[in-house]
């Protein structure tokens, strides 16, 4: 099995484990044939973006167990869909991204100047 990349091209990293997020639920912003929404964006949620996806249709504040999903709120890392992260970022609203966490498939989708400009410089 291929080691999967992140944007820089080296070994895509965990994005996080509590809430545990990806599409697969292993940590990481894996993504696969069966996901349709290109989970591939680790990011950290802003009040901003999270009110933003909710009013696209997209709740991820209120938790929903039967998926596995928690709910989030600001500072939770989560695999964003990069089409929802390009949306927010033609609004002003694109939260920061961990780049060493973000998979190489979002370069289809988003040019990395933008994911750049937007880098969360962890502590």
């Not at 809430?19 to 069966?34: H, I, L, S, V």
Request: with cysteine.
């Amino acid at each position: 099995m291929e080691t999967a990349k992140n944007v820089l091209g080296g070994a895509l990293q965990t994005c996080c484990t509590d809430p545990m997020t990806g599409f697969y639920r292993d940590g990481k912003c894996n993504t696969g044939e069966d996901d349709y929404g290109t989970h591939v964006i680790c990011a950290e949620m802003t009040d901003e973006f999270l009110a933003f996806t909710r009013s696209k249709g997209n709740d991820l504040i209120t938790p929903k167990p039967n998926y596995r999903f928690p709910g989030l709120k600001q500072g939770d890392k989560w695999c964003l869909c990069a089409l929802r992260w390009r949306e927010a970022l033609q609004v002003g609203v694109a939260p920061p991204v961990v780049l060493e966490r973000t998979h190489q498939k979002a370069l289809q989708f988003v040019k990395l100047e933008d994911l750049q400009a937007h880098e969360l410089k962890e502590k």
